[in-house]
Nanobody, 124 residues
Framework: QVQLDESGGGLVQAGASLRLSCAASGRTFNRPPMAWFRQAPGKEREFVAAIRGITSTDYTDSVKGRFTISRDNVKNTVYLQMDNLEPEDPAVYYC??????????????????WGQGTQVTVSS
């Protein structure tokens, strides 16, 4: 069993930055596929970013150039650096872990473990 614990959410003004963290514990693969999704009230869960292996990353178009996903394998932690936050970014952000391989990073069905979510709020 794998447990994912997210942290780093909060309330910021538009244009500010936040860094989300997702610490994994339990039995897990070496460098498993990891992703961030988000869900705003009344909307479906949306893919944000994913990392496979050491440096292979994917982003949804709306966050390219503003968000950066990275990982620290020693700490078993994945980060989402969010810069220049926009009024469209507020949501509950979820960390997810896949099995040994994820074929379509944006497909949330491919992820096995999920964190409890952390709220991000952006004021204009």
């Amino acid at each position: 069993q794998v447990q994912l614990d997210e942290s780093g959410g909060g309330l910021v003004q538009a244009g500010a930055s936040l860094r989300l963290s997702c610490a994994a514990s339990g039995r897990t693969f070496n460098r498993p596929p990891m992703a961030w999704f988000r869900q705003a009230p009344g909307k479906e869960r949306e893919f944000v970013a994913a990392i496979r292996g050491i440096t292979s990353t994917d982003y949804t178009d709306s966050v390219k150039g503003r968000f950066t996903i990275s990982r620290d394998n020693v700490k078993n932690t994945v980060y989402l650096q969010m810069d220049n936050l926009e009024p469209e970014d507020p949501a509950v952000y979820y960390c997810a872990q896949g099995g040994s391989v994820v074929f379509t990073p944006a497909n949330y069905h491919e992820y096995i473990y999920w964190g409890q979510g952390t709220q991000v709020t952006v004021s204009s």
